[in-house]
């Protein structure tokens, strides 16, 4: 990865992910008990938590807008599994961190540049393009795409190749589920996906030293993409994506370097062939198609045998080491039965 500055982060205020955490708790002894009705529930949590509840502002989800219908479903999303592989109980990486600190190329190469950059990003209209081997292609509205499905909460770790990582509670389905609605064909070996374009409202599309040859792309073997781990995220903590998180939807792939995990998508293609995707793109020799956290196999500049666990400063390094496929080898690691992994990088 192109990396201007490592930066650290300052530590920011857990408070409030710990009582989102209370909340969470909170919520579901209240349901068992039998206390209906959203009214009586908001007003016991109020008098329970106070203001703190609200620390985190929700007018600090950068969008020009935000579909009412959207941030419902975002707020009625289920909770996964107590425990397993969609729900980590791992500390939440705090709001604050997870939303101003990131890797979003298309608003500027800075950590800090996407959360300034991306105040007044528009997702109205939002157009989806399916295209390729499947036999339902077309263009399809955001609601096309999203309403049929059930939003339910998945704590995941994200672990990105440049060995700094967060724990977040992302809002989303499994991609498979999407993806089947286009009834992909025979012939369909992988998906790729495409970003906006959009130079008017990206300003890194604009620049003339801008090194991605926009869209950003990515993909998936079509296994990788139909096991259930395999998410497309709608929102975070409980709300609908900031803008510099990958508004409307992105993908998630827990068990594989961040930079899969692409943003602001508008397309969706089924190919035969493995498809291009932009690091790989830029630096083969760095960044494969594959991109599997893995431990034992180096980046070419650093060793991705262990990570910074987000927030950190100087005083508190939080290094821990870093897990083979993030932690989900249980469930993924089948996907590469046979495979030289430091061939397949
Ligand atoms: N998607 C697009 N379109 N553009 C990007 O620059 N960066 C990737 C990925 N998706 C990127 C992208 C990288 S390198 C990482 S680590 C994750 O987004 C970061 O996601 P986050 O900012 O929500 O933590």
Redesign the pocket.
Known sequence: ?IIKTRKEIPSSEITPEAVYRDRRKFLKSSLAAGIGGTGLLSSTLNAQTGDALFARAPADINLASKPDWLVEKAAARTDAPASGPFNTDEELTPFDD?ST??????FGTGKDD?ARNARDFSIEPWTVKVEGECAKPGSYSLEDILKPHTFEERVFR?R???AWS?V?PWVGFSLGDLLKRFEPTGDANYVQFD?LVDSEQMPAQRSRFAT?DW??Q?GLRMDEAMHPLATIATGLYNDILPA???APL?LVVPWK????????IVAIRFTKTMPNN??RDLQASEYGFYANVNPQVSHPRWSQASERRLPTSLFMPRRIDTMMFNGYADEVASLYDGMDLRRFY
């Open positions: 990865m997870v600190y990131n890797n979003f190329y298309e996407p994200l990105c190749v440049e967060m977040i970003t991605i869209p950003y990515e510099q998180n990958g992105r370097y961040g930079f899969k995990s692409i943003k602001s932009t690091w």
